[in-house]
């Protein structure tokens, strides 16, 4: 599923809150009824845990925190370290490198949809996986598919039910800084992690309502939301064709949809995780080009169609 600080902020038309917010429900309904054990998301990070002093690709958290930006949740996450540390060291032996933190830092990506899908983003154990979609150089998707279907062959070996999420959004292209563009005191947050003040987050918020005013207007020069975009990449994770991500480099997907549209390899490792379980099944399809939340959103939900022992 798709994320977004404008999900928890003043702004987006209450017409498409509840076209997302019914869709959402859906999902949660989904989950519920599965009643999962355990869950494992996939999700990057916008330089609240991972800076650039040291960036990896890939990061499994053993403890994990949410820092509470956006009105999202502020406080420790329930994740059992044990497994945790097995599946890195699963994922080592699968020949994908992954990091490993002891205390790992996430934010709205990974609590928003924990706690839309759950209503508490501590109601379920937790394995946080990081994924790195903002900060160049990336390497190509096919190796999130990898890392998701190393993941995935571990969680086969578990007597538990095991949700996966993958947390992104499709074609967007928000105001992200960089080395070379930022302002001093952003630069030295991105590079160094350093706290921001409360004033400082206030005015990133405030910030974040008005790009995506500005977008929904026209008024910026922040790259269009692309349907075309977005619909290949859903046609390819339903028919269950991830091959065909193989070809996808990371010039055509910026491109095509945008600098923040990597955070589709979230998607690519989730359904990477579910294809070790064989074919699978699609129970829910939503997808909606939303400027107001700067994003290309969507929703799915997908099952094995027979679970492989």
Not at 1 to 9: D, I, K, Q
Not at 118 to 129: E, L, R
């Amino acid at each position: 599923m798709s994320h977004s600080p404008l999900l928890n902020l003043p702004g987006p038309p209450r017409e498409l809150m509840d076209d997302i917010e019914a869709a959402i429900a859906d999902a949660a309904a989904f989950v519920a009824d599965f009643d999962p054990q355990l869950t494992v998301i996939f999700a990057p990070d916008h330089y609240n845990g991972f800076f650039l002093n040291l960036m990896p690709a890939f990061c499994i958290g053993t403890a994990a925190q949410g820092i509470g930006d956006y009105g999202t949740h502020l406080g420790a996450l329930d994740v059992p370290a044990d497994i945790a540390r097995e599946c890195a060291e699963a994922v080592l032996g699968c020949g994908v490198d992954v990091s490993v933190s002891a205390s790992m830092d996430v934010d709205h990506a990974v609590s928003q949809p924990l706690e839309r899908l759950f209503g508490n983003a501590g109601a379920c154990p937790v394995i946080p996986v990081f994924v790195n979609a903002v900060a160049a150089p990336l390497g190509p998707i096919h190796r999130a598919r990898a890392l998701g279907a190393a993941v995935g062959e571990f969680l086969a070996g578990l007597d538990q039910r095991v949700l996966v999420v993958g947390s992104g959004g499709l074609s967007h292209d928000p105001p992200i800084p960089t080395l070379e563009t930022a302002p001093p005191v952003t630069r030295d947050r991105i590079l160094h992690g350093t706290a921001m003040s409360a004033e400082q987050r206030q005015a990133r918020q405030e910030a974040v309502i008005a790009a995506a005013r500005d977008f929904a207007s026209g008024a910026n020069n922040l790259a269009p939301l692309n349907p075309q975009f977005d619909e290949l990449f859903l046609s390819i994770v339903d028919s269950g064709s991830l091959d065909d991500l193989n070809d996808w480099s990371n010039t055509f997907i910026t491109e095509s949809g945008g600098g923040s549209a990597h955070e589709i390899r979230t998607w690519a490792a989730a359904f990477g995780a579910l294809a070790t379980q064989g074919r699978y099944r699609i129970s829910q399809r939503y997808y909606r080009p939303a400027p107001e939340l700067i994003a290309g959103f969507a929703i799915r939900a997908a099952q094995p169609t027979e679970v492989i022992r």
